[in-house]
């Protein structure tokens, strides 16, 4: 009976520490997206706490303070589980093999080991090795902790640079309707049809780091009052106007960076929130806003003489049912990120 609860003791240890290796891989050096059981563990409890403490606070700025906390507990709460995993690894492994007799200076030589404080470092030779290695794996933590934060940081640099770009053209108020005066240019000749490119670049960079990191997506930007999420809805707005008022003459460059973004927000949505949003297949309600936001662009595309097609309000009705392709998402990645519903006019 003591045999078989040792050489269990032994096994257990192994499979932790192979659940250890991958999640420290697929957290910090995988790069393709991979599911794990650690790093969403760790998200749910950062996001839970945090916005637990958030509680009732309704100014976006208050938010994204408290937010701004999210990545850091993220990082701390990993780093702990994954001690806990080496440590209890290693005791059973130490235990098991009779290294150690006793459980709990098992316990406390894969501590001494583990923290490379040596206070308790087994007699024998094959604990001796057992001793280095694992002081190994405690130092390639700490170093990883070190070196896998600042690709974090670049990541939302680079998000929000473009976020900036598009609240400083729009008076600090992104809406397709501001959007489009910016476009639309002091001389009324409009560029519309230029630097979609551009923007589906930042959709497939969102999609690149927020997939393959999603606590990336909770970070709040580094701008006070800032958000990634009202951007890429106003991107999409405005991609939206363009293509349901120009019909065939749409640039493929606004269609391309429309079918990304919306797809992009889909994967984001799902990874958040774990399930696909209910999209209601019925025509939305037009909004006056929304109505009076296409009339505008609309109106100024004919003006400057774009090639508009005859049919206005068939216009109004596709704008209104390609909105309906991503207002779920938006909604559903706005809920998990606490970012205010009235910024997003879904």
Not at 120 to 139: H, K
Not at 169 to 188: D, H, I, K, V, Y
Not at 205 to 231: C, D, F, M, N
Not at 278 to 287: F, G, L, N, Y
């Amino acid at each position: 009976m003591d045999f078989s609860l040792r050489m269990l003791a032994v096994v257990g240890g192994v499979i932790l520490l192979l659940v250890y290796f991958r999640s420290i891989v697929v957290v910090t050096l995988l790069n393709s997206r991979s599911k794990d059981v650690i790093e969403r563990v760790a998200r749910t409890i950062a996001v839970t706490i945090v916005h637990g403490a958030i509680g009732r606070k309704t100014e976006h700025y208050r938010i994204q303070q408290s937010q701004a906390w999210i990545m850091p507990l993220f990082i701390l709460i990993c780093v702990i589980i994954w001690f806990l995993l080496v440590q209890l690894a290693f005791t059973g492994i130490l235990w098991g093999l009779q290294i150690e007799p006793d459980i709990w200076r098992a316990l406390s030589a894969s501590g001494s080991a583990l923290s490379t404080l040596g206070f308790l470092t087994p007699s024998s030779l094959a604990g001796e090795y057992l001793a280095v290695f694992q002081a190994a794996i405690g130092l390639a933590i700490v170093m990883l902790l070190f070196t896998f934060v600042p690709g974090y940081q670049a990541a939302v640099q680079t998000r929000e640079r473009k976020v900036s770009w598009l609240y400083t053209r729009t008076n600090e108020a992104p809406t397709a309707e501001l959007f489009f005066r910016w476009l639309q240019g002091s001389n009324g000749q409009g560029r519309f049809l230029d630097g979609w490119e551009e923007w589906e670049e930042w959709f497939r960079g969102v999609r690149e780091t927020h997939l393959q990191s999603p606590i990336v997506a909770y970070v709040p930007s580094i701008y006070k009052g800032k958000s990634w999420v009202v951007a890429a809805s106003t991107v999409l707005d405005m991609t939206s106007l363009v293509i349901a008022c120009l019909q065939r003459g749409a640039p493929d460059s606004a269609r391309m960076c429309r079918l990304l973004g919306v797809n992009t927000l889909q994967l984001v949505a799902l990874e958040l929130d774990g399930r696909a949003p209910i999209v209601d297949q019925e025509m939305p309600e037009a909004s006056k806003a929304k109505v009076a936001e296409f009339d505008t662009v609309y109106d100024a595309m004919a003006k400057a003489g774009l090639p508009v097609a005859e049919d206005k309000a068939a216009c109004l009705r596709e704008y209104l049912a390609m909105r309906a392709e991503y207002a779920p998402y938006l909604k559903q990645i706005a809920n998990a990120t606490l970012t205010p519903r009235d910024l997003l006019a879904t």
